[in-house]
């Protein structure tokens, strides 16, 4: 049932229903059907669609329209717009026929949430506002669905021509920065840093606390720097970055983009990945990278016509804070706000270094095989508490049997329910809820004591 998707890339490429019925061959009444989800899609209609359209299968997939109606629901459950409750099916209609429209809602939202912030207090003594461009980097990633071909297509030149690595990447990576430019790669202390590039000394200096697999990727990193910074200058000069500090994160994000597809080519990573079936751990041997790095690259393994599985990618610390997030999934990461405490996120940080599988099931009925591993990092100095990150990934459940995490798992009877967050969560008996739901009525009585710390009456479907 993609009917409001199709209606969407058609009113993108300015087609009328009559026209595009009339390239498809079929009326414009049962085009119309279509649109409205009251007639399914045949398989030679589907191809059909994508040709016109020139768009791919996975671009019918409805995934951007879940995203929107996510988005929409997470603005219009706001409790400081003051406003009743939209209705669901308003929502649906609104994201499937009217894409345009619930941009601009979001991004007002979006711009009116950073003011309330700003009005709030997230000014500095001295004066200085704090900006968020985080937020716009994590967009731009997103709307390319975490992959960039004229990226892809310079990394893979560059490690064409690295040296013989029998050695190793990392010192492939030295000598390639020695004899092309010049310069001298040093391991030593860097109080307060990791990588220095001291232009005239014609020294790379590396901190001496990165693991090998952290110093590969920086080497990989300095690389990109010298070598690839028009193609990331004609990426960010089309984002058009709204200042100046999200223009920089952006291409710091975009050069780091390019190390990992160094470190990883396309082609020989994708191959690995199917051989080894996901396997993280197998994958980050072979090519001498961290889990982390690892799973970074495999989430943007999405090339056309060579594609991998798609997973979305989640980096999030003790407290909640998500500092990377990516979704080639569809999952519907919140913006703002936690996550749900039942996802395997949060119960990874009580097993560090091991990895736990969940199938995690949203109360759409959209279900995704989950895994998840705490990373403890090197503490600068004794006495300093190391940092520690969980590390996330996942997909939709039909590609299971794909994945190693998968094996031994009964999909049918181990999905786990979860929500978006406690407050756009409609399951009535959670255990683990914190907030009560925007959209219902508290049912309070002082003589039962329930499961859940906030009673409430679901919906009627």
Wanted: charged residues 20%.
């Amino acid at each position: 049932m993609i009917g409001k998707t199709i209606r969407r890339l058609r009113m993108d490429q300015g087609f009328s229903q009559q026209g595009l019925a009339q390239k498809l061959g079929i009326s414009t009444s049962y085009l119309n059907l279509v649109e409205h989800d009251q007639r399914g899609v045949t398989a030679s209609l589907l191809f059909k669609l994508t040709d016109i359209l020139n768009v791919d299968l996975a671009s019918l997939s409805g995934n951007q329209e879940r995203q929107f109606e996510v988005a929409l629901r997470e603005v219009f459950a706001d409790p400081l717009l003051g406003s009743d409750p939209v209705p669901e099916s308003e929502i649906h209609e609104l994201a499937g026929a009217a894409p345009n429209a619930a941009r601009a809602i979001l991004a007002l939202h979006r711009a009116w949430a950073g003011a309330r912030e700003d009005a709030s207090g997230i000014t500095l003594p001295s004066g200085r506002k704090i900006m968020l461009p985080n937020e716009e980097v994590r967009d731009f990633f997103h709307d390319h669905a975490n992959h960039f071909p004229a990226l892809e297509e310079v990394a893979e030149g560059v490690s064409s021509t690295l040296a013989s690595a029998t050695l190793g990447t990392n010192h492939a990576l030295a000598e390639r920065l020695r004899q092309a430019h010049g310069l001298v790669v040093s391991v030593q202390p860097l109080p307060g840093a990791l990588r220095h590039y001291d232009a005239k000394a014609r020294l790379l200096s590396l901190s001496e606390s990165l693991p090998r697999e952290s110093r590969g990727f920086q080497m990989a990193f300095q690389v990109a720097l010298l070598e690839c910074r028009e193609h990331v200058e004609a990426l960010v000069e089309a984002a058009n970055p709204t200042s100046r500090d999200a223009g920089e994160l952006l291409r710091i994000a975009l050069l780091n983009y390019i190390a990992g597809a160094i470190l990883m080519p396309y082609a020989p990573a994708l191959a690995a990945a199917q051989e080894m079936r996901y396997d993280v751990d197998g994958i980050a041997a072979r090519f001498g990278v961290s889990y982390e790095q690892a799973c970074h690259r495999l989430s943007t393994l999405q090339r056309a016509n060579a594609r991998g599985v798609p997973f979305f990618f989640l980096r999030v610390d003790p407290a909640g804070n998500v500092s990377k997030r990516f979704s080639a999934a569809g999952f519907p990461f919140m913006r703002f706000g936690g996550t749900c405490p039942r996802w395997i996120v949060h119960a990874a940080f009580a097993t560090p270094g091991t990895t736990r599988v969940q199938v995690a099931q949203l109360p759409d009925g959209g279900t995704f095989l989950c895994f998840a591993r705490a990373i403890t990092g090197r503490p600068a100095h004794w006495g300093e508490p190391p940092p520690v990150r969980v590390v996330a990934m996942g997909c939709d459940v039909s590609h299971a049997a794909d994945i190693v995490y998968g094996d031994g798992i009964d999909i049918a009877t181990a999905a786990v329910g979860i929500g978006l967050s406690c407050r756009l969560c409609d399951r009535p008996d959670c255990r683990s809820r914190a907030f009560p739901p925007i959209a219902h009525r508290l049912t309070i009585d002082p003589g039962t004591t329930s499961v859940s710390p906030y009673r409430f009456e679901p919906k009627a479907k």
